[in-house]
């Protein structure tokens, strides 16, 4: 008879419908926010702006990613970060709460595998920067192993398409681990590492000498197999350099802007998104109040106004932007138009689920 049951609840367990992303509510985006009581909460949005639900987070959310097929957000704190959140969606439960290991930090980005069998966490060595990224299993959520991500200061991770191999923003900047001190702005060495699944480096790409204080920050995928990454300029303000970089095999090549937007951006990139349908970049500065937008060959377009605009992620016919005063906006070819406004503050990234 045991045996039977045991077969029995075997059977009835495979037959059972799995949880989709259709469960949650078929949210197109995930954001973190602060309520107005000085709460947190991971939102998922709709495509229109409307939030399908908001679980609670511990304190400030920075990014999150979503697994590729189960209903599963994992919200990372701001960096340094002490908590990266697993939450069931459909369900609104909490699944699972990491902790990184004694010595470091999570530093607010984090990607799956093709399959979502493994999290990588882009981590660092607290008391050096050095950049590590953590190997978690999403059955049991035990960390399984690390890897060196061959910089200093990783911020963004990324998996590349139809690929196991990872593309990691080393931002180059060394802070101490306790109230984030620069500690290294005049040596820092930036670089973008592509690396293959066990950690092997596959190709490094730096910044050229006279933009080494150009900070790798954020990356956005293109459809042909290249990537886009936004900057945070650390030298003299006065010079302002490109904010946006172009990586294809290895290389980084740099998008400049004419002479009267230089300033706008006020040297910091938010963040960044590639929109397909437009094949156009667009990169956020909730600093300057303005999102400027570039061709996918890394070509200037138009400057667009929106205070404290950070959060960017395509929509259907160009991109959505959230603000840090609650307002969703709209923009593509009749320009930034606010859309809907919630009564939250929106944290620094728009993040984009996979809808195919």
Known sequence: MQRRSFLASVLAASVLPQLSWADAGDPAYLAAAQTADGAFALHGLSLAGESLFALPLPARGHAATAHPTRPLAVAFARRPGTFALVIDCALGQETARLTPPA?????????????????????????????????WDTASWQRIGECATHGVGPHDVKRLPLSEDLLVANGGIQTDPTDRTKLNIATM??????????????SLAEAPEDL??????????????RAAVATQWEGDPAEAPPLLALW????????????????????????????????????????????QVFD??????????????????PAPAGFTVTDGNGAISTLGAAGLQPATRLDVKWDNHLIALDRA
């Open 103 to 135: 010595g470091r930090q999570f530093n607010g980005h984090g990607t799956f595998s093709a399959d979502g069998a493994r999290l990588y966490t882009s981590e660092v060595v607290a008391e050096t920067s050095e950049g590590r990224l953590g190997i």
């Open 189 to 202: 060495r930036p670089n973008l590492a592509r690396l293959g699944p066990d950690g092997a480096l596959i």
């Open 212 to 225: 080494a204080q150009n900070s790798l920050r954020h990356l956005a995928l293109l459809s042909d197999g």
């Open 248 to 291: 294809e095999d290895g290389r980084l090549t740099f998008c400049p802007v004419p002479e009267a937007e230089m300033l706008v951006m006020q040297n910091y990139a938010g963040s960044i998104a590639y929109c397909p349908a437009r094949a156009e970049i667009a990169i956020t500065s909730p600093k300057g109040g303005a999102v």
């Open 296 to 313: 996918a060959a890394g070509r200037f377009r138009a400057t667009h106004r929106r205070a404290d605009a950070c959060g960017v992620a």
